[in-house]
T-cell receptor
């Protein structure tokens, strides 16, 4: 158990809908990362927040957005869902992340299925 | 553009048969190289971080090494419970990447009794 929690574990929804994925980092970790894992793309970095502020963006679609709240939990919002958005979504956390090398610990993931 | 290539894609081992996985990388200044283990449908589990060429780290039957262009994960006398996908990731020094990890596609290891 990494200490990172994610809810829900599974999500099934229809095309065009909007969903919210939630992540709670390990106690004491200030940085939260979101990754998408699909069979054909592997693990892809989406976005990073550090202590409430966005710090880095990867290949995140405009239909996707995220935020980190004062209690440091984070939410990833996915809207206008398409079949191709079906994937495993992982959250990771680290002590810092402002360019320093701190290990990222991953949560169990949310499996999103868009029908 | 940063790239991480892992080989082989898949590896089938007999219990006790040692082997090595390769991770080749090109990055504009390596800040760190990370190894993770992932079981099907689960989140990646952190194994090692390597910071500079020549560095080695060990954990049970696993040993990770780093050169300027690649990293190796050696599995010594593997057991069936070592079956998993092993992922390599790099973190670049560029300021716009911050904590971003660039992952390879992974090596799927199956250890049979």
């Amino acid at each position: 158990d990494s200490g990172v929690t994610q809810t829900p574990k599974h999500l099934i929804t229809a095309t065009g809908q909007r969903v919210t994925l939630r992540c709670s980092p390990r106690s004491g970790d200030l940085s939260v990362y979101w990754y998408q894992q699909s069979l054909d793309q592997g693990l892809q970095f989406l976005i990073q927040y550090y202590n409430g502020e966005e710090r880095a963006k990867g290949n995140i679609l405009e239909r996707f957005s995220a935020q980190q709240f004062p209690d440091l939990h984070s939410e990833l919002n996915l809207s206008s869902l398409e079949l191709g958005d079906s994937a495993l979504y992982f959250c990771a956390s680290s002590r810092r992340g402002t360019g320093d090398m701190y290990e990222q610990y991953f949560g169990p993931g949310t499996r999103l299925t868009v029908t | 553009e940063d790239q991480v290539t892992q080989s082989p894609e898949a590896l089938r081992l007999q219990e006790g048969e040692s082997s090595s996985l390769n991770c080749s990388y090109t990055v504009s200044g390596l800040r760190g190289l990370f190894w993770y283990r992932q079981d099907p449908g689960k989140g990646p589990e952190f194994l090692f971080t390597l910071y500079s060429a020549g560095e080695e780290k060990e954990k049970e039957r696993l040993k990770a090494t780093l050169t300027k262009k690649e990293s190796f994960l050696h599995i010594t006398a593997p057991k069936p419970e070592d079956s998993a996908t092993y992922l390599c990731a790099v973190q670049a020094m560029t300021t716009d990447s911050w904590g971003k990890l660039q992952f390879g596609a992974g090596t799927q290891v199956v250890v049979t009794p």
